[in-house]
C-alpha cells in the first residue's frame, strides 16, 4: 500500500511540474537531495552501529538481564503473557533502553526481534498477541530521555542549541507512552 501512495506522490509530482513548466525543478531536486539523502543515512549509521554495539555488549555483560530483573513488575504488568524467563522480555528491554536514547533506529533490529520471540509464544500466527500489540505501542510511542537522533538533525541543520528540546520531548513522549498503554489495557478487554 505504501508503495502506491508514494508512487502517487511522485507521478502527481512530475505531471504538476510538466503543467507549470518547471520540470527542471524535479531534475534539481533529483541532484541535490538525493546526495543529501545519502549523507544523512551514512550518518545515522555510525549512531545505530554505535548502539547495536552498546546493546549487545549489555546483554552479553548481564546488564540487560540484571534491568529485567528490576523491570520484572512492570513488564509482568505490561506483558503478562510472557513467561518470567523468556528471550522476549530481554528483547523488550533493550528495545526500551535503546529508544529511551533516541536511538529508534538501531532500536528497530531489537524490536524486529520482541516480536519474533513474542510471535514463538503465539497460537495464532495470523493476529497479534495482546502482548505484541502493547509493545508496538510502547515502541512507537516510546519515552525519550535523550533524543540522540533528533539532536544530531539538529545540530546538522545549524541549531544553535539542539538540546533545548529535550525537556519537551520528555514531556510529551511520556503523556504519548502512558496514553497509549492505558488505550492498550482498555482494549485488551474487547478481545
Known sequence: MINIIWFFLIFTGIIVALFTGKIDIINTVVIN???EAVKFSIGLTGIMAL?????NIAKKSGLIDGFGKLLRPITKLLFPDIPKNHPAISMIIMNMVTNMFGAGNSATALGIKAMEEMNSLNNNKKRATNSMCMFLVINMSSIQLVPITVLKIRADAGSINPTEIIGTSLIATTVSTIVGIISVKLLEGRN
Open 33 to 35: 537531495d538525493t546526495t
Open 51 to 55: 548502539w547495536l554495539g552498546l546493546m
